[in-house]
């Protein structure tokens, strides 16, 4: 009875005139401000006006910016008559804490545009948000009001419109407002509340393994005092400067959060001296942005003093580790653990230097007895690619067996003592991101260098020793050497340590057809290759939004064997594939190299949304490395230009950036800045069309660091960044 006599009491209020119950909103934001966090890169092409816009933290002109849902929905309780809804934006672009412009749902104004100050008695001045280049005028970004009616109930949106499509707004940094006005007849309701837009990603840094420190080098003489930059490879933030960024050191776990000192300043310092010598110290390296976001690593810092000058005259121990082509192999764990006649059990530790070795210093007794243990278990992906897998089953096969005692070892990726399929299957499930680790081998297994194999064809015929022991030293060999090997490389291309570099390589294009799809259309989308082809194995990294499309299936018509272990998706949104024969396999562009079966959430291409990182790559006959890049098929025979990461990321030596042209360029330019923004190197291209490999050479780079890089052609430009080890 009550539900039915609700309707007859709704009507007898407006009946009577009562219109101030209508209408209603039903999710009017609760709290005094909407906060939401920036994690996106700026774009400097929108929100970006000298003279006018202002951010007090950064001193720029140039807004950052992310997505900000607002949205509103209201409820006709009376039924008399329809009703509408509108807004209005109140912002604070100047950084001043006023809202001084303002703009409403039922704005005329062009796209792109709004009016600054505008809430005061001058009538402003139209200026744009939207600065993109290339983009039509009537194609850039305006502010609309999206509504949905569901019954009685009427729901709004802010959205950013791009012709007939519809986007949540990137809004800038600093505190706003909105009004929400919902009418009905002559009533009129109003819902308003402030929203910040704030940083809110802390920064990214990246640090070196470890550090050796010898007190003896006369840049210290017994005391080192080193700080944060004796350790960063790299810190960035998606909105502090770089040269803005406050860096801080302390012992591990001294203390809490950013170190400061008693005043809140950054402590940037961290002194040795020779109390500290012959012991292995684990530092925090900090770094804080302007918005006080914070982000540390750690680094295991061993501090030794190897002339006697400042110490005392110690003994010296090293012990040392290189790969089977003569390479040191940094970062390796050593442990040493003795006992002596005379004095109580010893025990040291420490990681291998950049030059492989690692020295103990004053604490390894004459006369005593020790073994020494490597272990390296960190990056198990380091040097294994598909190519791997290749060479392991034309060993199998016996075509091309191994010619070195090491290789099978690097190859029995289960620790059974032998090379078989499982071995391939569980490698391929490494590269496939199934496997974040092997579960049965580690990362790293070390021999004596000076062990000889009594049948260097089956090293595991007869145990082989991965530790070395002595008995009653006297202090001599001063030093022991092992061999390193990467479990899983058999063609010797890890990078051991981090002055090792791999060379600049040259992509090969992927061709995605560029069909549009409509929200839940499950479609066959096929991959071609750009031209013809041959290769023995070739492995997919593909990174794609799963909110706009999901993945289902991959086949093959052309690749032998293909199947569900040959693909994997290790995480939403990734991707990967492996696929390797003992034989190269001719390849055409007129047959799909794989077909994707996807299922589309958001309308759109997906060529727009398919995305590949440097770890795709195809191999030659003979091993030569062949990244791997994706490409909408009209991209390619357009006058579009497209500019690929640079290879190698981070760089030691010379770098190329791959730009692809549709047409020929004559006059285009790449330059090079350092962090500084001073100009560093430049060169003048006169491009045909097709993919062309631009060079920057190591001289360019005279010291490690950050470097920023523009690409001009005509009127496209394009910017990035790329740092120097």
Not at 15 to 44: E, K, M, W, Y
Not at 68 to 82: M, Q, R, S, Y
Not at 555 to 569: D, I
Request: proline share 8%; aromatic share 10%; hydrophobic share 40%.
């Amino acid at each position: 009875m009550k539900q039915s006599l609700y309707p007859c009491l709704i009507l007898f209020f407006c009946t009577l005139g009562l219109h101030a119950q209508c209408p209603v909103f039903i999710t009017c934001q609760d709290t005094d401000t909407l906060r939401t966090a920036d994690h996106s890169v700026n774009d400097s092409l929108l929100w970006k006006a000298p003279a006018y816009f202002f951010s007090p933290a950064l001193s720029s002109a140039d807004l950052f910016e992310t997505e900000v849902a607002l949205g509103i929905a209201a409820i006709d309780t009376c039924g008399a008559a329809g009703i509408s809804l509108r807004y209005t934006l109140l912002f604070d672009l100047n950084g001043d804490g006023v809202q001084e412009t303002g703009l409403r749902s039922d704005s005329t104004l062009p796209p792109g545009v709004l009016v600054f100050d505008n809430l005061g008695p001058a009538d402003g001045d139209t200026l744009a948000f939207d600065r993109r280049t290339g983009v039509a005028d009537s194609l850039r970004f305006r502010f609309v009001l999206e509504t949905r009616a569901s019954g009685d109930t009427l729901s709004g949106a802010v959205k950013w419109a791009s012709g007939a499509t519809l986007h949540t707004p990137q809004l800038p940094a600093g505190t706003h407002r909105i009004i929400w006005e919902v009418t009905q007849g002559t009533e009129v309701r109003e819902c308003t509340y402030f929203f910040e837009v704030r940083d809110g990603a802390p920064p990214v840094l990246n640090c070196i393994p470890y550090k050796w420190v010898d007190l003896g080098h006369p840049a210290y003489e017994g005391v080192a005092e080193l700080d944060p930059t004796d350790f960063l490879v790299y810190a960035h933030d998606n909105i502090t400067p770089d040269q803005l960024l406050e860096h801080g050191i302390r012992l591990a776990l001294s203390g809490n959060g950013f170190p400061v000192d008693t005043s809140g300043n950054p402590v940037n310092t961290q002194t040795f001296t020779c109390n500290d010598a012959y012991d292995t110290w684990l530092v925090e390296i900090w770094v804080r942005d302007i918005a006080g976001n914070s982000q540390y690593c750690t680094v295991p810092v061993s501090v030794d003093e190897t002339t006697g000058l400042y110490c005392g005259d110690p003994t010296i121990l090293g012990a040392c580790s290189q790969t089977a082509l003569g390479l040191p192999v940094e970062a390796v764990w050593m442990e040493i653990n003795g006992t002596s006649s005379f004095l109580p059990p010893f025990f040291e530790e420490g990681y291998t230097n950049v030059n492989g070795c690692i020295f103990f210093i004053g604490d390894i007794p004459i006369a005593g007895n020790f073994t020494i243990s490597p272990l390296r278990e960190d990056n198990p992906h380091n040097g294994v690619s598909t190519y791997d897998l290749v060479l392991i089953s034309r060993h199998i096969l016996g075509a091309e067996p191994f010619d070195s005692p090491y290789k099978i070892i690097a190859g029995d990726a289960n620790r059974s003592g032998s090379l078989t399929n499982f071995d391939i299957l569980e490698l391929r499930k490494l590269i496939l991101g199934i496997y974040q680790i092997l579960p049965n081998a580690p990362s790293w297994r070390f021999v004596d260098k000076n062990f000889q194999f009594p049948n260097p064809y089956n090293p595991f015929q007869t145990p082989f020793p991965e530790t070395i022991e002595r008995t009653n030293w006297l202090g001599y060999p001063s030093y022991f050497d092992f061999i390193g090997i990467k479990v899983g490389d058999v063609n010797n291309s890890v990078q051991p340590n981090a002055q090792a570099a791999a060379p600049p390589r040259a992509p090969f294009v992927l061709l995605v057809p560029p069909m549009h799809l409509a929200p839940g259309e499950v479609a066959e989308i096929p991959v071609h290759l750009s031209a013809d082809a041959e290769w023995p194995g070739f492995q997919l990294h593909l990174a794609y939004d799963p909110a706009l499309v999901s993945i289902e299936n991959i086949k093959s018509e052309v690749l032998p064997g293909f199947g569900a272990e040959n693909w994997a998706q290790p995480a939403p949104g990734k991707l990967t594939l492996s696929w390797s024969d003992a034989e190269a396999l001719r390849l055409l562009p007129q047959a799909p190299l794989i077909t994707l079966r996807v299922r589309a959430h958001v309308a759109g291409t997906l060529s727009e949304r398919l995305f590949s990182d440097p770890r795709s790559e195809a191999y030659s006959e003979d091993g030569e490395v062949i990244p791997l890049v994706f490409m909408a098929e009209t991209e390619k025979n357009t006058a579009a230009i497209h500019v690929f990461p640079v290879q190698p990321h981070p760089v030691r030596s010379n770098a190329v950036l791959p730009v692809y042209s549709g047409e020929p360029v004559p006059e285009a330019r790449l330059d090079l800045r350092n962090s500084g923004g001073q100009s560093c190197w430049n060169a003048d291209y006169d491009l045909q069309e097709g993919l062309h490999h631009l060079e920057i050479p190591e001289a360019a780079m005279p010291a490690p660091g950050l470097y920023f890089w523009t690409f001009r052609a005509g009127t496209f430009q394009l910017s990035g960044k790329l740092v120097k080890r």
